[in-house]
């Protein structure tokens, strides 16, 4: 069974400053997704940013970047320039890719303080 | 831009009462999804839906809950007789297809069993 481990329950950044996010997986599947989702004190979830196993350039939406290892397994999160907006709790998820339920699995989540 | 919407945003019932959430998923999407989050842990996987039945279900998804698309636009969560233990938030998603696509999510729906 595939499983998803965020090793970091807890996070701290400086207003501007550059902060990462480890998640790392087990699966034995070669056709998968990964996913960041935030979860601010509001409790919705918003999709951060995504990630094609296939593919090999790592994905980035403004200042949030991945950095994919498939060979290690993992996928951390780079949050750039932090802002107070970015504190919230993370989670990573994998979907697997011939699914044909679209189940997400979630990490245990990490949560990011920012301090100005 | 569009999003799934659930109501309501909290609910407190009696143990042992059934309880019913609601959700709008996003209009062209075809799979649908509950996920349960109890408070300070991760979010678990209940059930997806797609073409009018269940297509996978979790441990968690026992007799107790159903799922339900009563009409083109709803699609709905009944927990029958609800237990201390189902206090949560629960999440309604959507995603326009099973494979290969992200889930919406709703805002939630915070469960207090009392």
């Known amino acids: 069974a595939q499983t998803v481990t965020q090793s970091q329950p807890e996070m701290s950044v400086q207003e501007a400053e550059t902060v990462t996010l480890s998640c790392t997986y087990d699966?034995?599947?070669?056709?998968?997704?990964l996913f960041w989702y935030k979860q601010p004190p509001s409790r919705q979830m918003i999709l951060v940013i995504r990630?094609?196993?296939?593919?090999?350039q790592n994905a980035t939406e403004n200042r949030f970047s991945v950095n994919f290892q498939k060979a290690a397994k993992s996928f951390s999160l780079k949050i750039s320039d932090s802002q107070l907006g970015d504190a919230a709790m993370y989670f990573c998820?994998?979907?697997?890719?011939?699914?044909?339920?679209?189940?997400?699995?979630f990490g245990q989540g990490t949560t990011l303080q920012v301090k100005p | 831009e569009p999003e799934v919407t659930q109501t309501p945003s909290h609910q407190v019932t009696q143990m042992g009462q059934e309880v019913i959430l609601r959700c709008v998923p996003i209009s062209n999407h075809l799979y649908f999804y509950w996920y349960r989050q109890i408070l300070g842990q991760k979010v678990e996987f209940l059930v997806s839906f797609y073409n009018n039945e269940i297509s996978e279900k979790s441990e968690i998804f026992d007799d107790q809950f159903s799922v339900e698309r009563p009409d083109g636009s709803n699609f709905t969560l009944k927990i029958r007789s609800t237990k201390l233990e189902d206090s949560a938030m629960y999440f309604c998603a959507s995603s326009v297809w099973g494979k290969r696509t992200e889930a919406f999510f709703g805002q939630g729906t915070r469960l207090t069993v009392v």
């Open positions: 998820a994998y979907l697997h890719g011939s699914s044909n339920t679209g189940k997400l699995i």
């Open positions: 699966t034995s599947e070669s056709d998968y997704y």
């Open positions: 990630q094609e196993a296939y593919k090999q």
